[in-house]
């Protein structure tokens, strides 16, 4: 296929008559990255024994999957705009998929995370080409319909991985969760290179290395930080540096690369984030509203998922079953809001979306306790699933409303990475809370049933039990008891943390729940929409 084309193309005029198999094929590798971030997850245990690895290794193996990601996206986002969307993603694709390989062929600890960087790299590469092609191929009366086919992907995806990692353990080795992404990702590239038109904005770019490197620099140290801060205490990493002061350190070189972005526009070069697309008002405000909520969103399943497996005992497989029909009702609820999002437009659907998901958070509030049976779960999850979907195709529609497509790539990665920053900055604080207010509620709860045990037992079950707290497990019953009393210890301690974690999950839950409330204030700041212009978008 050439290269050069003479076709010009138009915001009501797309560079394909067959847009949904192109957003298709291209939303397969938007699903495997965002699956892979969260299918790891349940994989914890196996990866220790089957690797020899430590604790702290494999968090790593997780963490710096997202750190890689998070950082990267408005620099791949940018090199959408100048190399094309089409040759970002099937760049992207196939490393993700050669990553993928070395995962599953990983006999180390250190192999395995240098591959997962890869994964991240490759996921980041592929990820913002998704929402450039978006404001390519779509007329502006139907993006919201494919924003909303987005938005089913995005919350789908984290909550089907734990599903679709408990049944892989349970039938094979941990290699395969990194296996499975090898066909699908050499299908995906051989229908991207087939059907999907090769797309790019509509003028010739130029990347800003300077840039670059403080972008890239400057997000590391906020995001690392915010994802390292519970494991050192927020205290000294080593020597004279901090947690707090990698952050401080990332914060100044963000300034700076602001400072920059305007030095280049006053001397008329090419930013890397162009400062004009905050000009935009829905812009501007969408980009907040995304990090607000996912501040308070990204709390939801974490300490979800921590109740069911921790406080009630349910399987990773189990769990994510009980968490299903949220997942399928996000599903379907997205594809009706984007249809919604078109007719009404996006800030309004919005709203009401994240006020809904709060009343489904009060809801589970109420609900839940130490026995809860998951049935008692299902009002709150069905509120929680119907407002999931009714929120990531209009916050995506309203935020790029208006956006100049030739600025496109620039816009979905600073976009990407706001929400990003926003989701490791909510699961950094919520993850703190939610230890914190475990810690007072296990000490509590222990002194109340510390008279259940023994008495030489009953000053270590209320330490151990107070102590838990930072490891969000039970802790396990001293050596040298008889089996009755071990069996005592056991059920006590059960006891004991089932009733804490429900009292801290409450106050996680009530706080979230009051962060959604002011995303759904801010939405009022929204302008009213507009249609795009019929911008010229020439191939590659």
Request: one cysteine or more; glycine letters at 12%; a positive charge.
């Amino acid at each position: 296929m050439s290269e050069v084309k003479s076709a010009v193309t138009s915001a009501e005029q797309p560079t394909t008559q067959r847009p949904w198999l192109v957003l298709a094929i291209m939303c397969i590798g938007f699903f495997m990255s965002l699956l892979d971030g969260s299918i790891v997850n349940v994989a914890i245990p196996t990866l220790i024994d089957g690797l020899d690895a430590s604790y702290d290794q494999v968090l790593w193996v997780i963490d710096g999957y997202l750190l890689v990601f998070s950082v990267l996206l408005i620099t791949t986002g940018r090199l959408g705009d100048i190399y094309g969307y089409r040759r970002l993603y099937v760049i992207g694709i196939v490393g993700f998929t050669v990553a993928s390989a070395l995962c599953g062929l990983a006999d180390s600890p250190g192999r395995l995370l240098a591959a997962r960087a890869l994964q991240g790299l490759a996921g980041a590469l592929l990820f913002p080409q998704v929402i450039s092609s978006i404001l390519t191929i779509f007329p502006p009366r139907q993006r919201g319909r494919a924003f909303g086919l987005f938005g089913a992907i995005v919350g789908f995806a984290p909550v089907v991985g734990p599903v679709v990692g408990g049944f892989l353990l349970a039938h094979l080795s941990w290699r395969w969760i990194f296996f499975i992404n090898v066909p699908i990702g050499i299908a995906t590239a051989v229908l991207a290179l087939t059907f999907v038109p090769p797309m790019r904005s509509g003028r010739t770019h130029r990347l800003d290395l300077v840039g670059v490197a403080l972008a890239t620099a400057g997000l590391s140290g906020v995001v690392f930080g915010l994802i390292e801060g519970e494991r050192y205490g927020w205290g000294t990493i080593a020597g004279p540096i901090s947690i707090s002061s990698v952050i401080v350190a990332g914060v100044v070189l963000l300034v700076v690369f602001v400072l920059w972005q305007q030095r280049q526009q006053r001397q008329r070069e090419e930013p890397l984030m162009p400062l004009a697309l905050f000009r935009a008002r829905n812009f501007a405000v969408g980009n907040w509203v995304g990090f607000v909520f996912q501040l308070g969103m990204i709390g939801i399943m974490f300490v979800l998922v921590l109740y069911l497996q921790m406080a009630r005992g349910y399987s990773a497989l189990e769990t994510g079953l009980v968490v299903l029909p949220n997942a399928v009702l996000t599903m379907v609820g997205s594809a009706y809001a984007g249809r919604l999002s078109d007719k009404f437009g996006g800030k309004y659907v919005l709203m009401a979306g994240v006020t809904l998901l709060a009343v489904g958070l009060l809801v589970l509030v109420a609900m839940a306790g130490p026995t809860s049976s998951a049935w008692s779960l299902l009002p709150g999850l069905t509120i929680i699933g119907i407002a999931s979907g009714a929120t990531f195709a209009p916050l995506q529609q309203a935020t790029m409303d208006g956006v100049d497509p030739r600025l496109a790539g620039a816009a979905s990665g600073v976009s990407s990475t706001t929400r990003q920053i926003g989701g490791v900055l909510g699961t950094a604080v919520l993850g703190a809370l939610l230890s914190a207010r475990l810690s007072s509620t296990l000490h509590s709860e222990a002194e109340e049933r510390a008279g259940r045990l023994p008495e030489q037992l009953r000053t270590r079950f209320i330490d151990s039990s107070a102590a838990a707290g930072q490891h969000f497990r039970p802790p396990t019953p001293p050596d040298g008891l008889t089996p009755a009393a071990t069996r005592l210890y056991e059920r006590v301690t059960a006891d004991t943390f089932a009733t804490g974690f429900v009292g801290a999950m409450r106050t996680t839950f009530v706080a979230c729940a009051v962060v959604l409330v002011a995303a759904a204030l801010f939405c009022f700041l929204f302008g009213p929409g507009r249609k795009s212009t019929a911008e010229t978008a020439p191939q590659e």
